[in-house]
Structure formats: structure tokens, C-alpha cells
């Protein structure tokens, strides 16, 4: 029941963001196994997206804290985690859902790799960085593949774009281009 008034709120708010075009602040959390960096926090939604492997993350306003601060915030909400090392990997700004999407990407590390759902969460797991402990056809929000290849680059000193990685993910798992295709909201 939850849930399903979590989807019908967030319905409501997209087309809110559709007839007022606000300019918002999001958060995306990269957040790192603390015994294995090689590894990291995959979540899937239940209320929005749900069939995706995202992020954690959330709003945030940038007067009242900072994109580090609201990752951590956002980890101990949804995960009932804590986080140390929080840093912003990458900044970018979206219109995809009909708004002004200020996102900061924000790599941090887990003080434990125990964590408890709460009700925005379907499913979380501790996957390798490289994401490939994940199905074949599993869909990937866009913010995720953007933090591994962030993270990849910075532990090897470049970087690959998401054609790039994607291209790599399909080759590793004998797909070819056309198999999967990603939607359309800002996931």
C-alpha cells in the first residue's frame, strides 16, 4: 500500500515538473563495500522504476547542505547506513523529466556492509564495480553506468564514455546492440 501511494505522489510530481519546469538538486550515492572497494551498493526502487538498478540517492537543497552531505543523508534514510569519505565524482545538469536537474554523483564508503531497506527500496545488493555480477539483461540507470565509468577511470587513469561502456558490457556478455533498450525518465 505503500508503495503504490509512493508511485502515485511521484506521478503527480513529474507533472508538476512538466507545467512549472523547477530547477531541483539531486544526489546519487556510489557507495563502496567497506571491506572490498572493488564492490558497490546497487538498489532497485519500489515505487518508481522499479524493474531498474540504480543509486541511492535523492533531493537536496544546496542552501541547507552540500551534495557530500546529502549522500550521506540519503544512504542513512534509505539504507539505514552510514557513510565516511563522502566526494563528488561528477556534476551534470538534466532536463530529462521535464525540470532543471542540478545531479551530483557522489562516491563515499559504507562503515558496514550490513544495511535495511526502508519502504523507497524494493531490493539492494553488493555487486562488483564493474557491474557485472548483475544479469546480462539487467536494465542499468544511466546514473549508475555514469559512476562506474567515472570510478573505472579514476582507478586506471581514463575513462571510457557510456557508448564506450556500454559496447564493453554488451561484448562481455555476447549482446549485441538492439537487445536492450533503456527508457525514457531520468533514471
Same mark, same amino acid.
Given at each position: 500500500?505503500? !508503495?503504490? $501511494?509512493?508511485?502515485?505522489? %511521484? ?22 563495500? /567497506? ?7 546497487? $538498489? ?9 538498478? !540504480?543509486? /541511492? ?20 534514510? #534509505?539504507?539505514?547506513? #552510514?557513510?565516511? %569519505? ?23 564508503? !559504507? ?12 531490493? &539492494? ?22 559512476? $562506474? $565509468?567515472?570510478?573505472?577511470? !579514476? &582507478?586506471?587513469?581514463?575513462? #571510457?564514455?557510456?557508448?564506450? %561502456? ?11 546492440? =538492439?537487445?536492450?533498450? #533503456? =527508457?525514457?525518465?531520468?533514471?
Amino acid at each position: 500500500m505503500r !508503495a503504490r $501511494v509512493m508511485r502515485l505522489g %511521484h506521478r503527480a510530481r513529474r507533472l508538476w515538473w512538466r507545467l512549472r519546469k523547477p530547477t531541483t538538486y539531486g544526489v546519487k550515492a556510489l557507495l563502496k563495500h /567497506p571491506d572490498d572497494p572493488a564492490k558497490c551498493l546497487v $538498489v532497485r526502487h519500489s515505487y518508481v522504476d522499479q524493474q531498474w538498478w !540504480a543509486l /541511492p540517492g535523492g533531493g537536496y537543497d544546496p542552501r541547507k547542505e552540500t551534495a557530500e552531505a546529502a549522500a550521506v543523508r540519503e544512504v542513512s534514510e #534509505e539504507l539505514s547506513l #552510514e557513510a565516511k %569519505h563522502a566526494t563528488v565524482l561528477k556534476t551534470l545538469t538534466t532536463e530529462l523529466e521535464g525540470k532543471v536537474d542540478h545531479l551530483a554523483i557522489v562516491t563515499a564508503t !559504507a562503515t558496514s556492509a550490513d544495511f535495511r531497506l526502508n519502504a523507497e527500496l524494493a531490493e &539492494a545488493r553488493w555487486v562488483s564495480i564493474d557491474l557485472g555480477e548483475l544479469p546480462a539483461d539487467a536494465l542499468i540507470s544511466r546514473w549508475l553506468r555514469l559512476a $562506474v $565509468v567515472g570510478e573505472e577511470g !579514476a &582507478a586506471d587513469g581514463h575513462g #571510457e564514455d557510456r557508448d564506450q %561502456h556500454d559496447q564493453r558490457r554488451r561484448d562481455e556478455h555476447g549482446e549485441h546492440a =538492439g537487445d536492450r533498450r #533503456e =527508457g525514457q525518465t531520468g533514471r
